[in-house]
């Protein structure tokens, strides 16, 4: 069983940058594809971005793409979430989710995933 901790949420003003990490425990995080969700207030949750477990393969949402950065690091157990030029909009509670396999084109599917953290809060101010 996989446990995940979030950390390095907190408040950041709007065009600014923030790093979450994610680090992971009690299992072969290695062989584990990665992910983050987010969960707006009043909004359904939405995917975020996800890494393969060989970190080969990497897949954003579009409204993320091109400011959000994700990587892991298997040999710490570790997973990053770079943010960059964050908007209002991307103020939410940050999921890092995990799961032993996802099949071809469930990548975005909440369900996909049967091992989720606690959340971290991200607050981007105008």
């Known amino acids: 069983q996989v446990q995940l901790v979030e950390s390095g949420g907190g408040l950041v003003q709007a065009g600014g940058s923030l790093r979450l990490s994610c680090a992971a425990s009690g299992g072969i995080f290695s062989k584990h594809v990665m992910g983050w969700f987010r969960q707006a207030p009043g909004k359904e949750r939405e995917f975020v971005t996800y890494?393969?477990?060989?970190?080969?393969?990497?897949n954003y949402a579009d409204s993320v793409k091109g400011r959000f950065t994700i990587s892991r690091d298997n040999a710490k157990n570790t997973v990053a979430l770079q943010m960059n030029s964050l908007k209002p909009e991307d103020t939410a509670v940050y999921y890092c989710v995990a799961a032993s396999t996802v099949n071809s084109g469930t990548y975005y599917y909440q369900t996909s995933y049967n091992y989720w953290g606690q959340g971290t809060q991200v607050t981007v101010s105008s």
């Open positions: 890494i393969s477990w060989s970190g080969g393969t990497v």
